[in-house]
């Protein structure tokens, strides 16, 4: 028979307020094997620990129970206590008797006989515990960023400063994202693409930076140190190898689209280039739209082009990477406004968001930095603002705070008010949330400096007569109805996650809240971890972020892949699934049922009736099973038995409850 | 002699003569008119032993399991639903495909031998129930067809050379009672419940007629026959039996081709359908309908791990 140890903790009054704690170490005494039992105030403390270490050399123990708190939160402080004392640290089973008893019941005595039933099933588990020893990994020391948004370029650059090679993808065909789109920045009022355009010049010469543009991430298999990623590099009809960027097949195209950069508020061409600092600074022509692509007619482009570039047969690519850490930053979309009829969102064309007031203001966009609003080109004075549109709205779906609308308000009202001196801007609004450095202070000068009008209140309704919209809501602070005339209305459209963040977040393996935000591993203390080992999260795909967020969260993501990165190699999960041959039949249920692809079948020799005989057996990748144990249960025969959690453990636990 | 036994004798003696398969699995006259028992035959002059009628009614395809670890190529006859069975084997990859040559024959519907009242006397028997249920009368993978026998992979009517005569017997007539008793346990009370399973475990004495008949059933070692006790135990107390039962159940979960088979050989009539078929509905209220062993290449729903697996559970 096993030595083992039994440690009952108070965990202070957690436990012990809930549980007689000496009583249930009393009564473990007498459970089969156990040599040593005891209770103490704090068992995770330095000296709880020390008293485990002591028992260990003391009483020769082969394995412990330790009585607490969940495993999640101190197994590997258990594990490697019984490690320092020269115990395997898979002799170890914490048995929880706080989250799944104290804290969930009030009655002591039966609070006590749950502890005491819970650990007899540790001690019966313990016994059948077996050594386990973990293997080694090799990393691939580079890293992949999804998103070439400002959070992707940083997390891209941090990354690469440290050293590691980086391949940064974006789907569009320049990296930027919506920062580009985005005029001036709050609160310094910088000019966006005066403080994005170097950043994305970097990443794009940075020597440990691959750009790879106009691409998607199609499937992702392996895992942490080892995915191995299939890309589709997407056609883009023009050769970069030969184009020279000169700009003569853009001009001649004869093909106008609306364009996406621009809001739909400017045209592009069919072969493009988004915006003048594009990067890469390369045309790509758009196949839904050329007239070559489509029907065959026009090829005007291939005949101006001077170098040849210009390629009709090019097709997508797949290709397949291996990476060590897998960076997300895949950023937001703007809410549909059109879902608020009310306010005649998507109906009457000046009813804007603040996206269209960005490419409206921007020396680059659509109307040379003029505010001429969409329907008459009419410069307009009297300008309204409602906040949150598609934030903080149940009925909408969108119960959460978007965050940067009310500082990007703020600062269009200033900028506007800068623009046109005879301008004003009304402002209604929910609550002003201003909680970031020198956010106030911004606000506060467009209150007391820039004359904007902050109503508090919602717009019940938006119509048009003749030129001006009518805007009618209530002043909820004065308790009466409002109604303005306005020029222009800019809805302060709130963020969405991607509509395709779930796809993605499937083809990942990480998981996503209700609304498609990514989901961090903890909210406090891992938000830029996803549950899946190896990947992380920058940006506004966590959850609605502004720039500073965003690039803040996207050095913290990069320090976490080039922490990854930096390791010789990976220990791997030692608890794991083993097939026992003998009875596998080869089925091969565990291996389509493999969450993580770590099971392959291979052929075995045995001797039968004096003849060798091939049969086939199921054989589990050590390095790549995550012990999840999907294969311990689909597996018809048993074969199948996860390492640590056996059949025979768990019978063991079974048993010893049944036992009482 | 009857049209489907003469082709039967036809093809089973070339495929032997020709040398294209070593064996043939098939169904023989039995010791009494009610009675079409299994044969293996190696020879062709052996082929006369062969005979089909509405008796014919033992699946063939777990047979295939004795010669799972030869290269010998075995042909054997399936009816509709012994065919699922085929696939079964395959998905499993118990059997390689190019290791067996399967017959399709069309089926006239099995009669239930229960009904015999007079084992001296040849008599008009009712239809099996599994039978009036079938809605898989026609093999779903097949190399070979004889009597008209056609290949179907979805429901269908009977088809074939029988097929007025199926239609006449009332094969498949009774498809929509499929979840029939399922229903009505499920409408029980726990205690009712607990009465009516009790009842019939205790008439179980652990031949394992049922598991020896099962094409899903191919393990290398049956748990039930393991060294390793503890899970359960081999004594027929109805505790035990339970748990066999459960188990059984279980091990069949979402790759039990509905044959039927483990009912009707059951001496003791315990509805083990029943069990097979309440699996069933929950796979098919969880993971959409599907029917396991008719489709080849199809993945079974609990052979596979997809994100959006319903987890109400967690």
């Known amino acids: ?660 | 002699m009857n049209q489907i036994t003469k082709e039967m004798r036809d093809l089973a003696r070339e495929l032997l003569a020709s040398g294209e398969v070593k064996g043939l699995i098939g169904w023989t006259k039995g010791s009494r008119w009610y009675l079409t028992p299994p044969v293996v035959i190696t020879q062709p002059e052996e082929a006369e032993q062969l005979y089909f009628d509405q008796f014919a009614v033992n699946n063939l395809t777990g047979l295939l399991l004795d010669y799972r670890y030869g290269d010998d190529k075995i042909a054997l006859f399936v009816k509709g639903c012994d065919s699922r069975g085929i696939v079964r084997l395959l998905q499993d990859h118990q059997i390689k495909r190019d290791n067996v040559l399967v017959i399709g024959v069309p089926c006239m519907g099995m009669s239930d031998k229960k009904a015999v009242t007079d084992p001296r006397q040849p008599a008009e028997l009712p239809l099996l129930d599994k039978c009036l249920e079938c809605r898989y009368p026609n093999p779903v993978i097949a190399d070979r067809l004889i009597s008209g026998a056609l290949v179907s992979g979805e429901p269908s009517e009977p088809k074939g050379l029988t097929a007025s005569e199926a239609a006449k017997r009332g094969v498949g007539s009774k498809q929509a009672d499929r979840f029939a008793q399922v229903k009505a346990i499920e409408a029980m009370s726990a205690d009712e419940k607990y009465a009516f399973w009790q009842a019939q475990h205790e008439k179980c004495f652990r031949c394992y007629a049922c598991r020896n008949i099962c094409p899903a059933c191919n393990c290398r070692e049956c748990i039930f026959e393991s060294d390793k006790k503890g899970w359960v135990n081999k004594s027929a107390t109805p505790t035990d039996n339970a748990f066999f039962a459960v188990t059984r159940a279980m091990h069949v979960a979402g790759r039990c081709v509905e044959c039927g088979e483990c009912e009707r050989v059951c001496p003791m009539d315990i509805p083990i359908m029943a069990l097979n078929r309440k699996v069933i509905q929950d796979i098919n209220e969880l993971f959409g309908e599907s029917d396991a062993g008719t489709d080849l290449d199809g993945k079974m729903p609990l052979g596979l791990f997809k994100n959006d697996d319903p987890e109400e559970f967690m």
């Open chain 1, 1 to 660: 028979m096993k030595r083992i140890g039994v440690f009952v903790c108070h965990c202070g009054s957690n436990i012990a307020n809930t549980v007689h704690c000496e009583k249930v170490a009393q009564v473990a005494k007498d459970f089969p094997g156990v040599v040593l039992s005891t209770d103490y105030k704090y068992m995770c403390s330095e000296p709880g620990q020390v008293m485990i270490q002591e028992a260990i050399r003391e009483h020769n123990l082969d394995g412990y129970v330790v009585a607490a708190c969940s495993p999640r939160m101190h197994e590997p402080t258990f594990r490697k206590c019984a490690a320092r004392a020269g115990m395997n640290p898979y002799m170890v089973e914490q048995v929880n008797i706080r989250e799944q008893c104290s804290w969930v019941h009030a009655d002591k005595e039966k609070g006590t006989e749950k502890s005491i039933d819970l650990l007899r099933m540790g001690v019966a588990k313990v016994v059948k515990n077996e050594p386990l020893y973990s293997t080694t990994i090799p990393v691939t020391k580079r890293s992949l960023v999804i998103g070439g948004g400002i959070a992707g370029i940083q997390a891209a650059l941090d990354i690469a400063n440290a050293g590691y090679p980086v391949t940064l993808l974006d789907r569009e065909h320049t990296i930027g994202g919506r920062m580009a789109q985005v005029d001036k920045t709050f609160p310094t009022l910088d000019c966006s693409a005066c403080i994005l355009t170097p950043k994305m010049v970097e990443a794009a010469q940075h020597p440990n930076i691959e750009l790879m543009t106009y691409a998607e991430v199609e499937a992702v298999d392996g895992f942490v140190g080892n995915f191995d990623v299939t890309i589709r590099k997407k056609a883009r009809y023009v050769d970069f190898d030969k184009c020279t960027g000169c700009g003569a097949c853009t001009e001649k195209c004869p093909k106008k689209v609306p364009s996406e950069f621009e809001m739909e508020l400017g045209v592009r061409k069919a072969i493009y280039t988004p915006f003048p600092q594009a990067v890469p600074n390369k045309p790509i022509i758009d196949a839904n739209h050329c007239r070559y692509l489509l029907d065959g007619k026009c090829g005007i482009c291939k005949k101006v082009c001077p170098t040849g570039a210009v390629d009709y047969e090019q097709k997508d690519e797949l290709i397949m990477e291996r990476f060590g850490a897998i960076v997300v930053a895949t950023g937001f979309e703007q809410f549909d406004i059109s879902a608020y009829e009310e306010y005649g969102a998507g109906k009457i064309p000046d009813v804007i968001t603040g996206l269209h007031l960005e490419r409206l203001m921007n020396a680059s966009g659509p109307t040379a930095g003029k505010i001429k609003r969409p329907s008459d080109g009419k410069v307009p004075e009297k300008i309204v603002f409602v906040k949150c549109v598609g934030s903080r709205d149940e009925a909408k779906g969108r119960p959460y705070c978007s965050k940067a609308c009310c500082m990007y308000v703020a600062k269009h009202a200033t900028l506007l008010k800068e623009k046109m001196p005879n301008s004003k801007s009304y402002i209604f609004y929910m609550d002003v949330r201003t909680p970031g450095k020198n956010y106030e202070e911004f606000y506060a000068r467009t209150q007391n400096e820039y004359d904007a009008q902050y109503i508090r209140g919602r717009v019940s309704k938006i119509f048009q007569v003749g030129d001006k919209l009518i805007v009618r809501g209530e002043d909820s602070l004065l308790g009466r109805p409002v109604e303005i005339e306005a020029d222009l209305v800019v809805l302060a459209a709130g963020m969405d996650p991607r509509s395709d963040a779930k796809d993605l977040a499937r083809t990942l393996g990480i998981s996503y809240d209700q609304h498609g935000w990514f989901t961090e591993a903890h909210p406090k203390l891992q938000p830029v971890e996803t549950h899946t080992a190896g990947i992380y999260l920058a940006g506004a795909c966590q959850g609605p972020k502004d720039i500073p967020d965003s690039v803040a969260q996207a050095s913290a993501a990069a320090v976490k892949a080039a922490g990854l990165l930096s390791k010789p190699e990976l220990t791997s999960e030692a608890m794991t699934a083993l097939c026992d041959e003998a009875i596998c039949s080869g089925c091969g249920l565990c291996q389509s049922i493999c969450p993580y692809k770590s099971i392959e079948i291979k052929s075995v020799n045995e001797r039968y009736h004096g003849q060798m005989r091939q049969r086939r057996v199921s054989n589990v990748n050590q390095g790549l099973c995550q012990g999840c144990g999907a294969c311990t249960v689909a597996c018809p025969s048993g074969a199948m038995n996860l390492k640590g959690f056996t059949n025979d453990q768990i019978l063991a636990e079974v048993d010893a409850l049944c036992q009482r």
